[in-house]
């Protein structure tokens, strides 16, 4: 099975950027989401990317973010621009969709103060 580490977070001000990797061991054919839980809330898709680069965005990654995937190293970054205290949350990667998820890892917690 596909294991997923995610970091990269940390503490930004407002307006800063970051940018989050998630090194997978072994190989999968299925896309890799970005995924974040914000305090006391669900967690929510950002987006995804296929093998081959191809992206799709949901309304809440749309714009500042940007997904790319590296296949030599096996990896799949989250470039974040821009970012608002909003932004703060866990951020966590998985392979999409949902029916493909395997075990979710620590996360990497990105905090944004104002």
């Known amino acids: 099975q596909v294991q997923l580490v995610e970091s990269g977070g940390g503490l930004v001000q407002a307006g800063g950027s970051l940018r989050l990797s998630c090194d997978l061991s072994?190989?999968?054919?299925?896309?890799i989401a970005w995924y974040r839980q914000p305090p006391g809330k669900q967690r929510e898709l950002l987006g995804s990317i296929t093998f081959g680069g191809s992206t799709v965005y949901e309304d809440s990654g749309e714009g500042r973010f940007t997904i790319s995937r590296d296949n030599v190293k096996n990896s799949v970054y989250l470039q974040m621009n821009s970012l608002k205290p909003e932004d703060t949350a866990v951020y966590y990667c998985?392979?999409?969709?949902?029916?493909?998820?395997?075990?979710w890892g620590q996360g990497t917690q990105v905090t944004v103060s104002s």
């Open positions: 998985n392979l999409f969709p949902a029916r493909y998820w395997v075990s």
């Open positions: 072994g190989r999968t054919p299925n896309p």
